[in-house]
């Protein structure tokens, strides 16, 4: 990343904390639950515990059959469309997908692939990875492990922009077209 990217990212991280938007996030929860662990928010009780809760039993869960990759992009684009974006590369597909293989050995089965953009639809706030091919991803993975051609390792891709009814994000203008043909 480069010096603006990564100060862009301080800053993201403090508007995130600063709570002004009415919604916390995950740097922002992560947080919280160090304050509340350490006793400094008192006693809390009735319905905001039962959210903090709530909250911290569905992540934890999540953790537990999880495993994250973020994929950086270089910046341009945001969920409502925008500036196009460079697309991922060929050597990144397969940097991801040689991790992903990984941790396929570790776990003993192939992992179930999704998208911050589907995982969150409920709530509206991420449509990461953009423009990321599913199918291509797919193929990487297939091609290493001699599987068949469409042998998918997680969720069929559904490219598009509306939350709940895809699971990738794609707009063609930002993403430089539509995904691969396979």
Same mark, same amino acid.
């Given at each position: 990343m480069t010096a603006t990217e990564i100060n862009a990212?301080? @800053?993201n991280a403090r508007q995130l904390l600063n709570g002004t938007?009415?919604?916390l996030f995950t740097t922002a929860l992560?947080?919280?639950?160090?304050?509340? @662990?350490?006793?400094?928010f008192g006693n809390l009780s009735g319905a905001e515990a039962e959210l903090i809760r709530n909250y911290y039993d569905t992540r934890d869960e999540r953790i537990g059959n999880a495993v994250n990759v973020e994929v950086g992009q270089i910046s341009g684009g945001n969920c409502v469309g925008g500036q196009a974006l460079q697309p991922y590369s060929d050597d990144v597909y397969d940097s991801i997908a040689t991790t992903y293989l990984q941790s396929a050995l570790v776990a003993g089965f192939y992992p179930d692939t999704t998208t911050h953009f589907a995982v969150d639809a409920a709530h509206r706030g991420h449509c990461d990875p953009r423009c990321?091919?599913?199918?291509?991803?797919?193929?990487?993975?297939a091609e290493k492990m001699g599987h068949?051609?469409?042998?998918?390792?997680g969720a069929a891709a559904k490219y598009g922009t509306r939350y709940g009814v895809h699971n990738i994000w794609w707009d063609n203008a930002v993403c430089g077209g539509p995904p691969r043909a396979l």
């Open positions: 990212e301080i @800053d938007s009415g919604e992560w947080t919280v639950q160090s304050l509340v @662990d350490e006793g400094k990321f091919d599913l199918n291509y991803f797919y193929s990487v993975v068949e051609p469409g042998t998918r390792y």
